[in-house]
C-alpha cells in the first residue's frame, strides 16, 4: 500500500504524472518536498458557522496539528458535513448518514494515512465513526468538549435539560417572559456540546469505551486546557498510527466493545438515541447491535454517574471526579477488559494505570447507585414487535405500569395543532399516541417523543404521562416516554393501527407494550392502511427507499455491512 502523498493518485493513466501534478500544487501552497515526503494525517474538521457547539473545532484543529507535527507527520485540515442539533430541518438525524457517507469517502478518496476525527453535537460522532469503520483506515476521535455549566441565580443550568425545564415551566404559566429571558442567557454559556448527559456526551463516551479515543478524553470541557492537551496528544497518536497503520477500526469494533458501551451506556443512565447509533455503527462492522443484551447488562448495572438528567451534576464535575476509566473502574466486574483501545492498551491496562482519586459524589460507588436499577429498558409485545425503548431512568415509578385510552396524534403537524386544544379529550391516565415520526415517516425519526404535556393538564400541575411513539428523545429530556417503536407506523407497523380510545397496556418491569386490541380486529383495519406518499426525489427519496427501522440503527441497507 502506498503511503502518503503517493497513496490514492488521481486517475489519468501516468502515475508518476499525477504525483507530479499533485506535489506541484502543494509546491504552490508553501511545502518543501522534505515536508512533502512525510506520512499524512487528515483532520476532519467539522468547524462550521451553523454549528455553535463546535465554535472551537478550528482550535481543536489546531492543536492536533501540533501533535502532528511533534511525531513527525504532516498534518491536513479538511471540511466535512457538520451537524448540529437545533439548526438543521426537519432533524439533523436525517442527514446523519449523509455525513456518514461524506466521512467515508473523503478519507477513502484523500490521500492520507491516518484521520483525526473531530465530533462532538450529537450525530457528528456517530456519523464520523460509521464512516471511519467502513473506510477502515485509522481513525481517532476527538471531541470539541462541553459546556460549562451555567449559573443563575443561585442555581447551576444545563442545556438542555433546564432549557426543557424552564420551558415547561413557562407553558404551564409558572414562570413568566422576563425570568425566562433572564435565565436563556445562562443556558449555555460557554461553547462547547451540552454538559449534561445529553447524546453528544453519551456518544463522546461511547467513542472512548468503544476504544476510539485516548482514555480520559470525552469529558474534558471545550474551554479547558486539558481539552487542548489531549487534542494534541490525539494528533501524536495519530501521525504514529500513520507510521505504522493500525490499529484499524476493524480491531477495535468488536462484540467485547459493543458490549462495554452497552454497560457504560445503563451505568450513565446515557441517552436513548444511543441505541440507535450503535446500532449503525456495529452495523457497519457487519455486527447486530444486540438489544438483548443491553437489556441483560442493565438489570445487573445500576446508575453511578450522577449527571443531569438522571442526577445534579455536569460534564467539567464528571471529568474533575476522574472521568470515564475512573467509571470503567467501577464496572469493572461487568466489562471485558480485554477490550483495544486506540493508544494500544486495553481497557483492563487503562484502568490499572488510571490515577486512584475519584469524586464518589459523582461518580458513585456500586453499593450507593444514583438509580439502584436500569437507566434503559427494551420492550416487546404486539405493539413493538421488533422493539422499542424507555429511560426508566428519566421516568416516574408510578406510571412503569400503566393501563389507559389511546388518544393519537398522526403526525407532528396533527400534534402541533391539537394539544393545546382545550376541548382535547385527555386525561392524567391517557396514553398519548405519536405516529408517523419514526425513520420513514417524519422522515428521520426526529427527537419528537416527550411529547409536551397538554397545556389543559400541564396547568394544574401535571408534569408527566404516559407517551409513546415511533420517534426518539433527546438524550436531554425526561418523562414516562416509549421510543423507537418498530416497526414504525409509515412501515405498516401495528402502531398504524391504534385508534383513539383503544387500551394501551405498558408493563415496563416485565418488558410489555401491548395493544388490547385482538387480532381480526387488527386484521381488518390493516387492510384500510395506506402507506404515506414518498419524496418525488434527491436525498430525502433516497433515504425513505433505503433507511432501516430503528434496532438497525436507521443506516442506509447498501451502507450495512462490509
Ligand atoms: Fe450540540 Fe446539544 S445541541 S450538543
Keep these: 500500500m502506498k503511503k502518503g502523498l503517493r497513496s490514492r493518485l488521481a486517475q489519468y493513466g501516468d502515475e508518476e504524472f499525477a504525483l507530479f501534478l ?3 500544487f502543494l509546491k504552490g501552497a508553501g511545502f518543501t518536498d522534505e515536508a512533502l515526503d512525510r506520512p499524512i494525517v487528515g483532520i476532519l474538521s467539522t468547524a462550521s458557522d451553523f454549528n455553535p457547539c463546535h465554535k472551537t473545532a478550528p482550535q481543536v484543529a489546531e492543536a492536533v496539528s501540533r501533535g502532528v507535527r511533534m511525531a513527525g507527520a504532516l498534518p491536513f485540515v479538511f471540511p466535512t458535513v457538520s451537524l448540529h442539533e437545533a439548526f438543521s430541518f426537519p432533524t439533523s438525524m436525517l442527514l446523519r448518514n449523509l455525513m456518514a457517507m461524506d466521512v467515508e469517502e473523503m478519507i477513502s478518496a484523500l490521500p492520507l494515512d491516518a484521520v483525526v476525527l473531530i465530533g462532538g453535537c450529537d450525530k457528528t460522532i456517530p ?7 467502513s473506510a477502515d483506515m485509522p481513525a481517532i476521535v476527538v471531541n470539541v468538549g462541553s459546556m460549562l455549566a451555567g449559573k443563575h441565580e443561585g442555581a447551576r443550568l444545563g442545556a438542555c435539560t433546564d432549557c426543557r425545564r424552564l420551558w415547561a415551566a413557562f407553558r404551564a404559566g409558572t414562570l413568566d417572559g422576563p425570568d425566562l429571558d433572564r435565565a436563556h442567557d445562562q443556558l449555555m454559556p460557554t461553547s462547547g456540546t451540552c454538559m449534561v448527559m445529553g447524546t453528544a456526551s453519551t456518544m463522546a463516551c461511547m467513542a472512548e469505551t468503544l476504544g476510539f479515543m ?20 490525539t494528533g ?3 501521525a504514529e498510527m500513520a507510521i505504522s497503520g493500525g490499529p484499524l477500526p476493524s480491531e477495535l469494533l468488536t462484540k467485547a466493545a459493543l458490549k462495554n458501551a452497552s454497560v457504560v451506556l445503563q451505568a450513565t443512565s446515557g441517552s436513548t438515541n444511543a441505541i440507535v447509533h450503535l446500532a449503525a455503527i456495529a452495523g457497519r462492522a457487519g455486527i447486530q447491535y444486540d438489544l438483548d443484551e443491553l437489556d441483560r447488562v442493565g438489570r445487573e448495572v445500576p446508575v453511578l454517574l450522577d449527571l443531569k438528567p438522571a442526577g445534579n451534576n455536569f460534564m467539567e464535575d464528571f471529568h474533575a471526579g476522574g472521568s470515564l476509566p475512573s467509571l470503567w473502574r467501577r464496572l469493572k466486574d461487568h466489562l471485558d477488559l480485554s477490550a483495544k483501545t486506540v493508544n494500544g492498551e486495553t481497557i483492563g491496562e487503562i484502568i490499572a494505570r488510571w490515577p486512584p482519586y475519584v469524586d464518589d459524589k459523582v461518580i458513585r460507588p456500586l453499593d450507593n447507585p444514583i438509580v439502584p436499577s436500569e437507566a434503559i429498558a427494551v420492550l416487546k409485545g404486539n405493539l413493538a414487535p421488533q422493539g422499542a425503548a424507555i429511560k426508566l431512568a428519566a421516568a416516574t415509578p408510578a406510571l412503569f405500569q400503566h393501563e389507559g385510552p389511546a388518544l393519537v396524534f398522526d403526525s407532528l403537524a396533527d400534534l402541533e395543532a391539537r394539544i393545546d386544544d382545550p376541548d382535547l379529550d385527555v386525561t392524567p391516565d391517557t396514553v398519548m399516541v405519536l405516529r408517523n415520526a419514526g ?3 417524519a422522515p428521520g425519526m426526529p427527537e419528537a417523543g416527550a411529547l409536551p404535556i397538554p397545556k389543559k393538564l400541564g396547568s394544574k400541575g401535571l408534569k408527566d404521562m404516559v ?9 436531554t429530556a425526561f418523562g414516562t416516554v416509549v421510543l423507537h417503536i418498530s416497526p414504525e407506523a409509515a412501515a405498516g407497523g401495528p402502531l398504524a393501527l391504534v385508534r383513539d380510545g383503544d387500551i394501551i397496556k405498558l408493563d415496563a418491569k416485565g418488558r410489555t407494550l401491548t395493544l388490547k386490541v385482538d387480532d381480526a380486529e387488527l386484521a381488518r383495519r390493516k387492510t384500510e392502511w395506506k402507506p404515506p406518499a414518498k419524496p418525488e426525489r434527491g436525498y430525502h427519496r433516497l433515504w425513505v427507499d433505503t433507511v432501516t427501522q430503528a434496532e438497525q440503527g436507521c443506516d442506509f441497507d447498501f451502507l450495512v455491512g462490509k
Design 22 to 24: 499533485r506535489r506541484g
Design 439 to 441: 425513520p420513514i415517516g
Design 127 to 133: 456519523a464520523e465513526l460509521m464512516g471511519a469503520i
Design 467 to 475: 407517551r409513546i411513539s415511533d420517534a426518539r428523545m433527546s438524550g
Design 236 to 238: 501524536k497518536r495519530a
Design 214 to 233: 485516548l482514555p480520559g478524553s470525552a469529558t474534558a470541557p471545550a474551554v479547558s486546557s486539558d481539552r487542548w492537551r489531549f487534542a494534541e496528544a
